[in-house]
């Protein structure tokens, strides 16, 4: 078992996480060059790809993005330098722990980085926290899900042409503006965990 694995999973929750890591592909028209490079294998789609942090108060924490669609979340997680950025973080003042996020197995664990327990044949434990995590870690998708409800151009991949358009620019922006939209009205995610946001004075600071 690894140190961190060890360490930082001992709870039935992590009490030090603060965010949840995820990519998420957005589809584009398919272009008229280098469609292999933006081609993604397992959605079937010429993309683009962002990586997101979302936090439990319903904002985006982190954007990395965009890269080509045919990039691995591991790839995009070592080329956006997060990593590094997360071992700055001071230790929890409930725990004592580092201050992490929680991603999906496609991830690679860190003391900053946990995800599930892997493997075939799990303790109850171990099954615990997976289940308590997972639930969790779906409010990353409400994120998601909030930007391209909010603003649906989006999601019309035949007015996205890359080189044609600012296809990546679009979503950062828009995503930035959803942030703020959560702060004046709120989202499912800052319900679910019953968190709210900071004032939109204090975010635009």
């Known amino acids: ?3 961190a694995d060890a360490i930082y999973r001992s709870g039935a929750a992590l009490e030090n996480c603060w965010g949840f890591i995820d990519g998420t592909v957005r589809p584009v028209c398919r272009p008229g060059e280098n469609q292999r490079a933006i081609y993604n294998g397992h959605k079937r789609v010429h993309s683009v790809k962002f990586q997101s942090v979302a936090l439990p ?3 985006v924490g982190h954007l990395y993005g965009p890269v080509e669609g045919k990039r691995d979340d591991s790839g995009m ?3 956006s330098g997060l990593l590094q950025d ?23 664990l860190r003391a900053h980085l946990q995800g599930p327990y892997k493997g075939a044949v799990l303790t109850l434990h171990q099954q615990e926290f997976n289940k308590s995590m997972s639930s969790a ?6 994120v998601f899900n909030d ?4 603003f649906k151009f989006l999601d019309f991949k035949k007015n996205l042409k890359v080189g044609l358009s600012a296809v990546g620019k679009m979503y950062i922006v828009c995503a930035l503006m959803q942030n703020a939209h959560t702060i004046l009205y709120g989202s499912v995610t800052s319900e679910y965990f019953g968190i709210n946001p900071p004032a939109l004075n204090d975010y635009f600071i």
């Open 1 to 3: 078992m690894l140190y």
């Open 57 to 59: 108060n319903g904002l």
């Open 77 to 79: 997680l070592a080329s």
């Open 86 to 108: 997360l071992q700055r973080f001071s230790n929890s003042p409930v725990t004592g722990l580092p201050m992490c996020v929680h991603g999906d197995p496609a991830y690679p």
């Open 137 to 142: 870690r779906v409010s990353v998708e409400w």
């Open 147 to 150: 930007i391209i409800n909010c």
